[in-house]
């Protein structure tokens, strides 16, 4: 039925036990694909290297298009811009990790791709609204709690 059918079908399935208030639904990989699904596998390389430089050179050189041109055609077609899409990875990979691991934020940041915890915070605020560690701290309430 095609990418758009299977997006949609995909967001509806995608169901968290439990998730903090205020906190938006958030899948990336179902998001981004575009409305054809012409970017999925560039969202599936870029996720792949996420603690990599992935400047707008970089991505269009990857995509074999011209830096002005990929980002206005990837703008148009995932509705946001490449550095918007790359944080939105990075954050994805980062609140799964601050969730369900142990490790050190300035490790998770690293490896995420932002560089240091005070970049991940300033992001996790732009996106949750909340820093890192309200989250860790509401998971492992949760966990005691249940």
């Keep these: 039925m095609g990418p758009e059918i299977a997006r949609r079908v ?6 968290y036990q439990r998730r903090p208030g ?3 639904q958030f ?3 179902v998001e981004l694909g575009g409305r054809t699904g012409r970017f999925a596998e560039m969202i599936l390389w870029m996720r792949e290297r996420l603690a990599e430089q ?3 050179e970089r991505l269009a050189d990857q995509a074999a298009m011209s830096p002005r041109n990929f980002a206005r055609v990837f703008s148009a077609e995932v509705g946001m811009t490449p550095a918007k899409a790359v944080e939105r990875l990075r954050l994805e ?5 601050v969730e ?3 490790a050190p934020l ?3 940041a690293a490896t995420a791709g932002f560089g240091d915890a005070a970049h991940m915070r300033r992001a996790f605020m732009r996106g949750f609204g909340q820093p890192p560690q309200a989250l860790r701290r509401a998971r492992a309430n949760s966990e005691r709690g249940a």
């Design 10 to 15: 995909a967001q509806q399935l995608v169901v």
């Design 22 to 24: 205020g906190q938006s």
């Design 27 to 29: 899948s990336a990989l």
């Design 54 to 56: 992935l400047t707008v």
């Design 93 to 97: 990979m980062a609140r799964t990790a």
């Design 100 to 102: 369900t691991s142990h």
């Design 106 to 108: 300035d490790q998770i």
